[in-house]
């Protein structure tokens, strides 16, 4: 009923409603019951103005959400009449920082959380590995990034991604493309000097786990959308796109050369800017790797070869039908190895779905014959267990590997009579920690052990020659995954894979390039800086030499491929690092008020995510205290009130709880962000070798707490 001057009793009011597109306040009469898209309706019937609307929703400011679920009423979204509303464009240009340090463009939807943003701007079912950081003077940023890099970007001079180019590229199952666009600048980057990335390009030298720390926690959350996180249209700041889950699948030469391209870049600066420590034999060769990269970037007439996309493969149409035929076998065989190497890659890395790897290991026990009796290695070895204030004084030990045990003798009588052993190890979970340097000849193993008590128990082993080595290291790092060596083929993959990279790392007297030959490199750009602190530059860039005549043969991909595996080879590779207090379980619950007195007690502890398991180190050091695989995991929940991460495990201690420190500001984003890092690798570990799936949305946010965060 209207009583005039605007005054009605009918139970309706004026809802305020600012329309972004025109700038313009318009006021509409709406009751409780009106549903959303009603709301919107009545909107643009009185906005009178011709334009296309079907890109835009309702966002409320104050409550920092988007209305987006048409059918639901007023009522029911807490909507009253002193809201105020806005009528914003959903999709819009994002700025993104590539990991070849590259600045783009990209329209996306601002409405979507930032894992449905993924899913539409890439084909890869399993290619959930990317998403974007925060820039460090920003309050937000993170989208999810595809296995292709080409979707998210334009090269210089084309429109924006989103007007003229096609997203989805028939040539390729593996990564996407967008047709007419030149795909050099994402397959091949721009080389850009160490000291301009981080003067100009934002990047930053990591000094301590702290800083590591502080780096882990600036991802967005998946379960949120762009806007409700602080990124804005228009935003001047750009975000930074890394990839976020290092369980990449299935990396193809042929078809995933930006994929290749951009994994690379990003490996390349995490190890410059050290966010991963490795040794100064390690740095050379993948420096060694990165100068290989840059020579075949700089020769057009390889670099061309290597390239994959359409015009190689109107190249190969064109050829005769005998050729097709050759071409075809080659192909086929080339996917047999690429298989071969997956499924190698897969068993010792610790990915893939489980319960497909359980069919497998079943399929080869019915097809392999019957093993009466598990082999066993054995050998002297030289033994050292460190102590505080002790000097390196190793002992010669007969050593024999039985099963994932490691029996230690006086001499090859007593375990060849089967006598009493000195000590013995069990070497399931270990971690396997390479000592090595082939220029002193140095072949030494650490590695920690799980012991009865929990924690991790440190030894030093050393071997006398290469091949000896690579036998033991072959041997153990089957131990620690709970293989044994009845597994012959993993173990002689295993071997050879070992063997392949110590005659890499090996430096070879007569490099055929000079340092003379190279006055234009800057060792400054292949190395990190505490390398050039501890050796003279012309020492450096000569042990470069000496490394790159054994990779001199690689094309560009296949060189930036060995730099990746390389890198997957460092103990510490793709690990996430967070400072929690750490307790563990009690023999009785614990009131709140002795939780707060138990927590101000503890002192911070370093953890470290990795894709196949938890980790606690040692805070200033970084050395692995325990090691927890995610098949121990049993479950995990997040308490959003107090702020905790529990996880429930299979072994001792059966529970224990991480409280983000008080050192971060934003305790809710790193206990989103441990949430995301473990409940993402397992979910990652559930993906099946189709290549046609769908990523199951509901199923990682119940892995990553998200249901009971928005509840």
């Known amino acids: 009923m209207d009583l005039g001057h605007g005054i009605y009793v009918d139970g309706s009011w004026e809802l305020s409603i600012l329309v972004e597109d025109l700038q313009i306040v318009k006021r509409i009469r709406v009751s409780g019951e009106t549903h959303i898209g009603g709301v919107m309706l009545k909107l643009v019937e009185a906005i009178d103005v011709k334009l296309d609307w079907s890109d835009h929703g309702l966002w409320w400011p104050e409550r920092n959400c988007w209305l987006l679920k048409t059918r639901q009423t007023l009522d029911q979204n807490g909507v009253q009449a002193d809201a105020k509303l806005e009528f914003h464009r959903m999709h819009n240009w994002l700025r993104l920082q590539l990991p070849d340090l590259q600045e783009k463009e990209l329209r996306v939807n601002f409405s979507q959380t930032v894992f449905s943003v993924r899913l539409s701007n890439n084909r890869r079912s399993d290619a959930f590995n990317p998403l974007v950081p925060k820039a460090p003077s920003m309050t937000a940023g993170t989208l999810p990034y595809g296995n292709g890099a080409d979707s998210l970007v334009k090269s210089p001079g084309s429109p924006r991604l989103g007007e003229s180019a096609n997203l989805m590229s028939p040539m390729s199952i593996n990564s996407l493309a967008f047709e007419g666009a030149d795909e050099s600048y994402l397959a091949n980057s721009p080389h850009v000097p160490l000291q301009t990335a981080l003067t100009e390009k934002g990047l930053q030298r990591l000094r301590s786990n702290t800083e590591r720390a502080m780096l882990s926690v600036t991802w967005l959350d998946s379960s949120k959308s762009l806007m409700e996180q602080g990124v804005r249209p228009g935003c001047e700041e750009e975000l930074l796109l890394r990839f976020k889950y290092f369980a990449f699948y299935d990396l193809n030469i042929k078809y995933d050369a930006i994929r290749i391209n951009q994994i690379y870049e990003q490996v390349k600066w995490s190890l410059l800017t050290e966010e991963i420590d490795c040794t100064d034999e390690e740095m050379m060769l993948l420096a060694a790797l990165q100068l290989q990269a840059h020579l075949q970037a700089n020769d057009p007439q390889r670099a061309t070869s290597s390239n994959s996309g359409a015009a190689a493969s109107a190249a190969a149409a064109a050829a005769t039908v005998t050729e097709e035929d050759t071409a075809a076998d080659d192909e086929i065989d080339a996917a047999l190895a690429d298989l071969e190497m997956s499924l190698m890659s897969d068993a010792h890395y610790g990915i893939g779905n489980l319960s497909r790897q359980q069919s497998e290991q079943q399929h080869l026990q019915q097809k392999q014959p019957e093993v009466r009796e598990v082999p066993e290695l054995s050998g002297y070895l030289k033994f050292f267990k460190p102590k505080r204030f002790t000097l390196k004084n190793y002992k010669r030990y007969f050593f024999a590997l039985r099963d994932t045990t490691l029996y230690l003798y006086p001499d090859q009588a007593a375990a060849s009579q089967m006598a009493a052993f000195v000590e013995s190890f069990n070497l399931k979970n270990a971690e396997v920690v390479p000592d090595l340097n082939m220029t002193t000849r140095k072949f030494g193993i650490r590695l920690f052990i799980l012991t009865q008590s929990g924690l991790m128990q440190e030894v030093w ?40 990279r110590l005659d890499m790392q090996a430096p070879r007297p007569q490099p055929m390039l000079t340092v003379d030959s190279m006055p234009n490199i800057d060792v400054a750009d292949f190395v990190a800086l505490r390398c050039l602190k501890k050796h003279k530059s012309r020492a450096l860039l000569q042990g470069i030499l000496e490394r790159h005549a054994n990779v001199r043969s690689l094309n560009l991909l296949e060189s930036k491929l060995e730099y990746i595996r390389t890198w997957q080879r460092l103990p510490m590779h793709g690990v996430a690092y967070f400072l929690v207090n750490y307790t563990e379980s009690r023999s009785k619950p614990m009131t709140f008020s002795e939780f707060r007195k138990e927590r101000r007690k503890n002192h911070d502890a370093l953890f470290g995510v990795a894709f196949n398991r938890i980790m606690r180190l040692d805070v200033q050091t970084g050395d692995i205290l325990n090691t927890w695989r995610y098949q121990e995991l049993a479950s995990w929940t997040v308490n959003w009130e107090v702020m905790s991460f529990r996880l429930t495990l299979n072994r001792p201690p059966h529970e224990m709880t991480l409280v983000p420190s008080p050192f971060f500001a934003s305790r809710l984003s790193v206990c989103k962000t441990l949430a995301e890092m473990v409940g993402g690798y397992v979910f990652l570990s559930l993906r099946k070798p189709d290549r046609s799936q769908e990523i199951n949305e509901q199923m990682f946010h119940r892995l990553t707490g998200s249901r009971d965060h928005q509840a």
């Open 461 to 500: 082993l050393r071997c006398e020659t290469k091949d000896q080595y690579a036998q033991w290291v072959a041997a153990i790092s089957l131990a620690s995954r709970g293989k044994t060596l009845a597994s012959k083929s993993l173990y002689d993959s295993e071997l050879k894979e070992t063997l392949t």
